[in-house]
């Protein structure tokens, strides 16, 4: 985020000298256990005991909001923990209109809790109809989210894509108390991911034509690689052994990275910038990266994001290439790109001391 000075949290722990494979789950739970284990023992006391918080989400489209709170389920385990997307709610509770079971309980649920400008019907219209691309009120996302929290159990929540517009931030201050939530801590989670980092990720992902399986020819490559004599250029084989070898392939408009959501990102930047000011709400900074200067003191190296190239060898076989992921910061500061898991464990780490456990 440009000209936001988000504080580096150190990962880098005394007296963990193990190796963690972030890329699996084993090895991953027990890099979270080793390197906060006091945090997560009195996560899941205070969870057990019946409290919760909700946790706003508050970053650029593409930045992790669901991985990271994922990988904070994982962590502290998913029984008392939701992730609530709006855009999902929404795709959700559209597709669900074709049953009429569900459409009845979403019409009476609605008649005793949504308050606006429409009638019911009208309500239940617009979801059916509207364009996807477009926005809702905010009146029916605040109904539509209660009912959604109605449909599970008492949970602590991440709430990510809201607020979504600037009219919505109000709203958000006040969320747990329209939701219907007792007096539990709510704090805002700021995420500060690069926007080159964005681009890069678009402009380098592939899919499968087969079983549509994603990768990245630069950051999630498969396990075997491929060259075209003819264009010169590596590219991925699915490792599914259904797909029969199928080279991977760039979706068409990805070529132009970001430039299609730049607006949809500008205006989550500025949402970011105007809570970033608001008082008296406790505040979480997530970082995707770490500039390079400072990385040796506090990162571990596998905690870095790796990124792979390729080279023919005099045999003409591919070698890959493995080096850390250096990118420019909003900042223009030289920075390495880190790894999911090390984020999470800032949230965990910082959740914990937000809660004053």
């Known amino acids: ?9 150190k ?14 789950p084993d090895s991953r739970r027990k890099y979270f256990d080793a390197k906060a284990g006091e945090e997560i023992k009195k996560l899941r006391e205070y969870l057990d005991s019946g409290k919760t918080f909700i946790a706003y989400l508050i970053g650029k489209k593409n930045s992790g909001k669901g991985t990271y709170s994922k990988l904070f389920m994982e962590a502290i385990g998913s029984k008392n923990i939701g992730h609530i997307s709006v855009g999902d709610i929404m795709r959700d509770v559209h597709a669900s209109l074709s049953d009429p079971a569900r459409k009845k309980e979403l019409t009476d649920f609605l008649q005793e809790n949504y308050r606006g400008f429409h009638t019911i019907e009208e309500t239940i219209g617009l979801i059916e109809g509207r364009d996807q691309s477009s926005l809702v009120s905010t009146e029916l996302t605040l109904a539509l989210l209660k009912y959604e929290i109605s449909r599970r159990p008492r949970q602590a929540l991440f709430i990510d894509g809201f607020p979504r517009g600037l009219d ?7 969320l747990k108390d329209l939701l219907g939530y007792r007096n539990d801590p709510d704090f805002f989670v700021f ?5 080159e980092v964005i ?8 899919i499968c034509p087969v079983c549509k399986t994603p990768r990245n020819i630069r950051l999630a490559i498969t396990k075997e690689i491929g060259y075209d004599e003819t264009t010169k250029t590596f590219y991925l084989i699915c490792d599914e052994a259904a797909c029969k070898g199928a080279r991977m392939v760039t979706k068409e408009g990805d070529e132009l990275g970001m430039e299609p959501i730049r607006k949809r990102l500008e ?3 500025m949402i970011a910038k105007h809570l970033l000011k608001l008082k008296g709400v406790p505040h979480v900074f997530l970082r995707n990266s770490i500039p390079v ?12 994001t790796p990124a792979y190239s390729f080279e023919l060898d005099e045999k003409k076989k591919i070698k890959v290439i493995e080096t850390p992921w250096t990118v420019t910061d909003d900042n223009g500061a030289e920075s390495y790109s880190l790894m999911p ?3 999470a464990l800032s949230l965990i780490k910082q959740i914990a001391k937000t809660l004053k456990l």
């Open 341 to 343: 898991a090390p984020v």
């Open 267 to 269: 205006a989550d930047d």
């Open 1 to 9: 985020m440009k000209d936001a000075n988000f504080p580096i949290f």
């Open 199 to 206: 681009d890069a990720r678009i402009k380098t992902r592939v």
């Open 11 to 24: 990962t880098k722990t005394e007296g963990v000298t193990e190796k963690f494979n972030l890329n699996d």
């Open 191 to 195: 995420l500060d991911l690069p926007e």
């Open 293 to 304: 200067s400072e990385a040796s003191v506090t990162a571990d190296d596998y905690e870095l």
């Open 168 to 174: 919505q931030v109000n709203y958000s201050i006040f």
